[in-house]
């Protein structure tokens, strides 16, 4: 499927989900988006990979939900680095976090192009049609507020603890992304293609952990450009109790 039929797709799917009576122009604009964490399992290595690629950047860049603030990550998956083509983003790190993900959906093992939508939903990632109806699932769901305060050389992240007194403790993690990148594909599946992908990761660790008594203050080295992404995560469920971003501080 070609990009452009792919946003025709997306765009029709979303429209044919709207209530059937829109709220008043000020209701909508007064509405609060709730953050959503989009993960994308992608490779420059896998044919089936630029479409997906091309519907994460549309739901980056355009936003399509106004009950959704829609946050992306690109994970680059290194299985296809030996199919011709090593794609320079990718890591054996973001592959591992793939297969726990795996594990918790309970399927035979990763695929790319993958879509994972607040860690509680997985579907192929050029589906816009899964996209839209998982994005507005997770924009229904009660979030932990994150707040990224940006330094001169560093990152402030603050996390409130867990809503309702929740028990037990979830992970806080921060991604450090590229803001976009573009590769000229000379050998594997795609080559002689040009692809363009957005909010790459490069750095994806644990700084640290909040409960339902507690939250978490503390401060990460970063630099004018970086794209900061930082998420609360169950570590047995995998689901994403919250997500703040940061863009080019």
């Known amino acids: 499927m070609n990009r452009f039929l792919l946003g025709a797709v997306f765009f029709a799917t979303a429209s044919a989900q709207q209530p059937p009576s829109a709220p008043p122009v000020g209701a909508r604009l007064a509405l609060a988006a709730n953050p959503v964490l989009v993960e994308l399992f992608t490779s420059e290595g896998c044919s089936s990979c630029p479409p997906a690629d091309a519907l994460i950047e549309k739901l980056d860049r355009l936003?399509?939900?106004?009950?959704?603030q829609v946050i992306v990550l690109s994970e680059h998956v290194d299985y296809w680095d030996h199919q011709g083509w090593r794609d320079p983003f990718s890591s054996a790190s973001f592959t591992a976090r793939q297969e726990q993900y795996a594990r918790q959906f309970g399927s035979s093992g990763p695929y790319t192009p993958q879509m994972v939508v607040d860690g509680a939903a997985e579907f192929v990632g050029s589906d816009a049609g899964a996209a839209a109806s998982a994005i507005r699932s997770a924009a229904r769901r009660e979030k932990v507020a994150i707040r990224l305060v940006p330094g001169a050389e560093t990152v402030?992240?603050?996390?409130?603890?867990?809503?309702?007194?929740?028990?037990?403790?979830?992970?806080?993690?921060?991604?450090?992304?590229q803001d976009s990148g573009t590769s000229n594909v000379s050998a594997g599946e795609n080559r002689g293609r040009t692809l363009h992908h957005v909010a790459i990761v490069r750095q994806l660790r644990q700084i640290g952990s909040v409960s339902g008594l507690a939250g978490f203050t503390g401060e990460i080295p970063a630099s004018p450009g970086d794209r900061i992404v930082a998420f609360v995560q169950d570590p047995g469920?995998?689901?994403?109790?919250?997500?703040?971003?940061?863009?080019?501080?």
């Open 63 to 68: 936003q399509p939900f106004p009950e959704a």
């Open 156 to 177: 402030r992240v603050e996390v409130d603890p867990l809503p309702g007194g929740k028990k037990g403790k979830s992970a806080v993690y921060v991604a450090l992304a």
């Open 237 to 249: 469920s995998g689901r994403i109790r919250g997500a703040g971003l940061l863009k080019g501080h």
